[in-house]
């Protein structure tokens, strides 16, 4: 599988954001900043730990990667 067709996704946010899915995880995934802004105003926990979010969660873009073997996107700095 090319990693193009891996890199496939429903919707491309104008303005992502990369998010760790738990604190414990190299894992990240990208998000809309808006709905994630909208997430932390109300409160509610992160939609795939459910643990709350905190700035620890996000990831600046240069720290993450696609691995095409895993098939997602990884924080390059827990390598």
């Not at 509610?44 to 691995?67: M, Y």
Request: glycine letters at 4%; charged letters at 20%; a negative charge.
């Amino acid at each position: 599988m090319t990693t193009q067709l891996l890199l496939f996704c429903i919707c491309v946010p104008d303005n992502g954001v990369f998010s760790r899915t738990s604190l414990q995880s190299d894992v990240c995934c990208l998000y809309d900043s808006t709905a994630l802004k909208e997430l932390v105003s109300r409160r509610l926990p992160h939609p795939i730990s459910r643990e709350v979010i905190t700035g620890a969660h996000i990831i600046p873009k240069e720290q993450c990667h696609f691995d095409p073997e895993k098939g997602t996107f990884i924080h390059s700095a827990s390598e």
